[in-house]
T-cell receptor, first 121, second 110 residues
Framework: GAVVSQHPSWVICKSGTSVKIECRSLDFQATTMFWYRQFPKQSLMLMATSNEGSKATYEQGVEKDKFLINHASLTLSTLTVTSAHPEDSSFYIC?????????????????FGPGTRLTVL | RKEVEQDPGPFNVPEGATVAFNCTYSNSASQSFFWYRQDCRKEPKLLMS???SGNEDGRFTAQLNRASQYISLLIRDSKLSDSATYLCVVWRISGYALNFGKGTSLLVTP
């Protein structure tokens, strides 16, 4: 099946620093990627929808100036947590939609990356 | 009311038992439904889609009741390896993102 990678898989940083997380679709083109966040014992919550070549759409309550999303190509989206604080510590997971609907081999399925565990001290 | 609601459990069952999980969703216009499995500290993985007519995949059976906005997952002959958190997931009406339930924790014991 399709593969989505995330890098780094875990990161520990000091409060006030910025952290960049990469999400790549390895064997398919993803016009849309999604960024989710999961706090302990909570459900995955959508943070933003990232469309290639356009601005991300953020969910209510998610600060777009704090969580910068760039989707510069059909295989890469990045999430930058700016000026991270301990309350930003969480499990960040991306998913990529195999969404060139109608294209040969496209399944319009979402594939999840393995997640990035962020700990802010 | 939350978009997707699940009983968090935990469900502790012996090997070989049958266990059922339930889920309700709030948007009656929702069209696509899934069960995902999430192991500790890992990403969710698709277990199965849920169809109106009900569907079965080996020991797993999923049912959808649109009138009651209710989804279920039945696991027969539980294995130790079934221990995980099971997430009820509803595809958003627009935008293709997914709404996740909080998950139901299952522990299968020897």
């Amino acid at each position: 099946g399709a593969v989505v990678s995330q890098h780094p898989s875990w990161v520990i940083c000091k409060s006030g620093t910025s952290v960049k997380i990469e999400c790549r679709s390895l064997d398919f083109q993803a016009t849309t990627m999604f960024w989710y966040r999961q706090f302990p014992k909570q459900s995955l919550m959508l943070m933003a929808t990232s469309n290639e070549g356009s601005k991300a759409t953020y969910e209510q309550g998610v600060e777009k100036d704090k969580f910068l999303i760039n989707h510069a190509s059909l295989t890469l989206s990045t999430l930058t947590v700016t000026s991270a604080h301990p309350e930003d510590s969480s499990f960040y997971i991306c998913s990529a939609r195999d969404g060139l609907a109608g294209s040969p081999g496209s399944t319009d399925t979402q594939y999840f990356g393995p997640g990035t565990r962020l700990t802010v001290l | 009311r939350k978009e997707v609601e699940q009983d968090p459990g935990p469900f502790n069952v012996p090997e070989g038992a049958t266990v059922a999980f339930n889920c309700t969703y709030s948007n009656s216009a929702s069209q696509s439904f899934f069960w995902y499995r999430q192991d500790c500290r890992k990403e969710p993985k698709l277990l199965m889609s849920v169809y109106s007519s009900g569907n079965e995949d080996g020991r797993f059976t999923a049912q959808l009741n649109r009138a009651s906005q209710y989804i279920s997952l039945l696991i027969r002959d539980s294995k130790l390896s079934d221990s995980a958190t099971y997430l009820c997931v509803v595809w958003r009406i627009s935008g293709y993102a997914l709404n996740f339930g909080k998950g139901t924790s299952l522990l299968v014991t020897p």
